[in-house]
Nanobody, 115 residues
Framework: QVRLVESGGGLVQPGGSLRLSCVAS????????LGWYRQAPGKQRELVAV???????DYADSVKGRFTISRDSAKSAVYLEMNNLKPEDTAVYYC?????????WGQGTQVTVSS
């Protein structure tokens, strides 16, 4: 059974930084993609950053130049480095791994950007 566990969220002031981590327990074969999504109160879940087929990275326009996604295949982990955080980045952040058979989501970690 696969579980994704996120960590690294918290409260940070505008302009600050956080690093989110997501580690998969269990085996996930032939990963097609992995990445991060977020959902703010009253809004739909949206893509933040993803790595497709281990090569191409896509970012939401709102985070380009501020956020960096990376992975560690040996640890079945994905990370999100977030810099110059803004109040509008406040949301629950979810990691996701998927292959052609299944779609796995973490439980989410809260990121709050406030002074």
């Amino acid at each position: 059974q696969v579980r994704l566990v996120e960590s690294g969220g918290g409260l940070v002031q505008p302009g600050g930084s956080l690093r989110l981590s997501c580690v998969a327990s269990g085996s996930i074969f032939s990963i097609n993609g992995l990445g991060w999504y977020r959902q703010a109160p009253g809004k739909q879940r949206e893509l933040v950053a993803v790595i497709i087929q281990g090569e191409r990275t896509d970012y939401a326009d709102s985070v380009k130049g501020r956020f960096t996604i990376s992975r560690d295949s040996a640890k079945s982990a994905v990370y999100l480095e977030m810099n110059n955080l803004k109040p509008e980045d406040t949301a629950v952040y979810y990691c996701r791994f998927w292959n052609k058979w299944s779609d796995y989501w973490g439980q989410g970690t809260q990121v709050t950007v406030s002074s």
